[in-house]
């Protein structure tokens, strides 16, 4: 419509529509992805580097006229009158965004944290380029598979009961590891980290987008995406920076993830 917003026949002012549309919009970026990195491969392996970097600006460059083509929605601060939607959902300080907010961060820091954690645990134990491959194909697939849950149960539960689920699964696969190590299971822990954060990031724009007014969502969802990242950059950090056994950094993750999951499950019940 002329707001910019999505049209459906579906109504999207409830709460069961706006995850489905994300991680439809998410399942066909990253399966476009896995093509281009499997097309870019195979450039690479009949041609040269440079024919894949110049194939990658074809791209761009495609993307970017394509863009031109999207409707743009028409600024907030240009509206004479305000919706009923917008005056009900007039904020990010609505406790489910700030509340979501805060175990969606911490998710992206166990995700970091995990990711620089296998890396360099593989480099100290001088492991093969195979496992970093095998580690990489994991987290594609369990991103596909988490997308493909949000899909599948968007409309059965709750968008903070799958993202309070996320960390939960996530710290106990973790812990798992901690009585159990092994490289193998490493590398399968990444696409559980895949799985959880493809199910996770969706349930929490969702959430996003039902308490922000569409108006505001843009900046909303740029200055989120910042604190995520900052958070997510913090856990990559440490891996590198400390030195550290497999079993001591999935100890600390399931931890921190099975207390993020309790308490974010739990206490926003009490505090809405």
């Known amino acids: 419509d002329e707001s910019g917003w999505p049209i459906t026949n579906r109504p999207v002012t409830s709460n069961k529509g706006f995850a489905g549309f994300n991680a439809q919009l998410t399942l066909l970026g990253t399966g476009a992805g896995l093509m281009a990195g499997v097309l870019g491969g195979a450039i690479l392996k009949a041609l040269s580097a440079s024919s894949v970097l110049q194939f990658a600006a074809l791209v761009f460059l495609l993307a970017g006229v394509a863009s031109f083509r999207l409707h743009k929605a028409s600024p907030l601060r240009q509206r004479t009158t305000v919706t009923a939607w917008e005056l009900a959902h007039d904020g990010v300080n609505h406790v489910e965004v700030t509340w979501g907010l805060t175990a969606m961060a911490l998710l992206r820091f166990a995700i970091g944290f995990l990711g620089f954690l296998l ?65 193998v299971g490493q590398v399968l822990l990444s696409g559980v980290i895949g799985l959880v954060g493809a199910v996770a990031q969706p349930s929490f724009d969702s959430i996003t987008q039902q308490h922000v007014a569409p108006g505001h969502q843009g900046r909303t969802f740029a200055k989120f995406a910042v604190r995520q990242q900052l958070l997510w950059v913090v856990g990559a950090i440490i891996p590198v920076a400390v030195a550290m056994e497999f079993t001591v950094g999935d100890g600390v993750i399931a931890v921190i993830c099975l207390l993020t999951g309790l308490v974010y499950g739990l206490g926003r019940r009490y505090v809405r």
């Not at 990489?136 to 697939?141: A, R, Y």
């Open 119 to 183: 890396v360099f645990g593989l480099r100290n134990q001088q492991a093969s380029l195979t496992w970093y491959a095998w580690a990489l194909g994991m987290t594609g697939l369990g991103s596909l598979v988490g997308l493909a849950i949000v899909t599948r149960f968007h409309g059965t539960r709750d968008d903070s009961t799958l993202l309070a689920w996320s960390h939960v699964v996530l710290a106990i696969v973790a812990g798992y590891l901690v009585w159990n190590p092994s490289l």
